[in-house]
């Protein structure tokens, strides 16, 4: 039986330093949307800095989840 992804995702966030600084810049990345966002006036720079952002997170997310589905493809064996 493979091993459920959730656990997967813990134990690289613990043993993958790879995966693990993908996944704090992801944070650091929502963090800044964050801020953009709360903000009550958005500059043109405000807005391309959001686009820029959330197409970063876009590709954080994506290469975690590669590292993610090859992980569980091991465990599967």
Not at 31 to 40: M, T
Request: net charge neutral; aromatic share 4%.
């Amino acid at each position: 039986m493979p091993i459920p992804l959730q656990d997967i995702r813990q134990s690289l966030l613990a043993s993958d330093p790879e995966f693990r600084s993908l996944a704090e810049e992801h944070s650091r990345c929502e963090s800044q949307l964050e801020r953009i966002v709360k903000s009550s006036y958005l500059s043109a720079e405000d807005l391309i800095e959001e686009a820029t952002l959330k197409k970063m997170k876009l590709h954080l997310k994506d290469r975690m989840e590669s590292i993610l589905a090859r992980q569980y493809q091991k465990s599967a064996r």
